[in-house]
């Protein structure tokens, strides 16, 4: 089942480490199947305050994308991005099609 990396990035210093960081999260990303869905995306709010930014990373499952963040390659350069911002980051798996709310129900 597909699963998705979610970032709720806030307080983002923007500088040579962020830089850093974002000229190298993508080959980190190539060998688990990563790949963007949103980044940095236009939000608009329509309730409540939403302060920062949203990343959405798609794997093609919850292994790929604990793989990924597990990995050498993203654990080298992940301070990059914890020393200069403040994030929430989780890991969710996608709903099987078709999906109706009341799937959850049981």
Known sequence: ???YAVAHMRQVK??????EYLH???ATLEPFGG???MHDGDVEVVEN?????LI???FPDRQHARGW???PAYQAILSLRTNNSQSDVV???????????????G
């Open 69 to 71: 963040y597990d990995s």
């Open 35 to 37: 790949r963007f869905l």
């Open 1 to 3: 089942m597909t699963a």
């Open 14 to 19: 923007m500088g040579p480490q962020i830089a």
């Open 49 to 53: 305050d939403w302060p920062g930014n």
């Open 91 to 105: 890991f969710v798996n996608g709903v099987e099609h078709p999906h109706r709310a009341t799937d959850v129900l």
């Open 24 to 26: 190298r999260i993508d």
């Open 56 to 58: 959405i990373i798609e």
